[in-house]
């Protein structure tokens, strides 16, 4: 079977740092991508992640460590625009293998 | 940029209607996928294809087909709509490979 879990809700302050923290079990892994989703809008795609380590992109970075099951997303120099869902999701397997989503992580950005 | 386009905003059908939601990528993408989405359980996929007339059942496939008669075009089918259908419906797009999938603005769909 596929896990994939996460925080339901974070808050943090703007001009801060957050971290989001996703685990996963997976009957095989072959990748891991962020979306974004602001409410009533579509996901869009932040970053993915196969081999360990960080990727960093602009304010938003993504770490990986295949032997845990786990990843985060952090996000820099919080902005309000930023308050959305954060999506992680997983590629069990290779080819056409879809995505697997975990629940999301909506976060709040305040003043 | 990559588009994916779902036919409607927001849709509102009756019980036992038979509803079509349609969706078309302009990336000549090989892959495309019908999730739902709602309140607390996240993303599910409902069903995706990987090659025209290709179909395979996601992880709650019950209630819906889906047709690929075009590479560009996946339509999702709710045979007789009840009101345990009524959700967010979120189509993608993806090249094969480890490529990212494109996702359209999603259909809301209510059944009374």
């Known amino acids: 079977g596929q896990n994939i879990d996460q925080p339901t809700e974070m808050t943090a302050t703007e001009g801060a740092i957050v971290q989001i923290n996703c685990t996963y079990q997976t009957s095989g892994f072959n990748g891991l991508f962020w979306y974004q989703q602001h409410a009533g809008e579509a996901p869009t795609f932040l970053s993915y992640n196969v081999l360990d380590g960080l990727e960093e992109k602009g304010r938003f970075s993504s770490f990986l460590s295949r032997s845990k099951g786990y990843s985060y997303l952090l996000l820099k120099e919080l902005q309000m625009k930023d308050s959305a869902s954060y999506l992680c999701a997983v590629r069990a397997g290779s080819g056409n293998t879809p995505l697997v989503f975990g629940k999301g992580t909506r976060l709040s950005v305040i003043a | 940029d990559v588009k994916v386009t779902q036919s409607s905003r927001y849709l509102v059908k009756r019980t036992g209607e038979k509803v079509f939601l349609e969706c078309v990528q302009d990336?000549?993408?090989?892959?495309m996928f019908w999730y739902r989405q709602d309140p607390g359980l996240g993303l599910r996929l409902i069903y995706f294809?990987?090659?025209?007339?290709?179909?395979e059942k996601g992880d709650i496939p019950e209630g819906y087909s889906v047709s690929r008669e075009k590479k560009e075009r996946f339509s999702l089918i709710l045979e007789s709509a009840s009101t345990n259908q009524t959700s967010m419906y979120l189509c993608a797009s993806r090249q094969g490979g480890n490529t990212e999938a494109f996702f359209g603005q999603g259909t809301r769909l209510t059944v009374v």
């Open positions: 294809s990987y090659d025209v007339k290709m179909k």
């Open positions: 990336m000549d993408h090989e892959n």
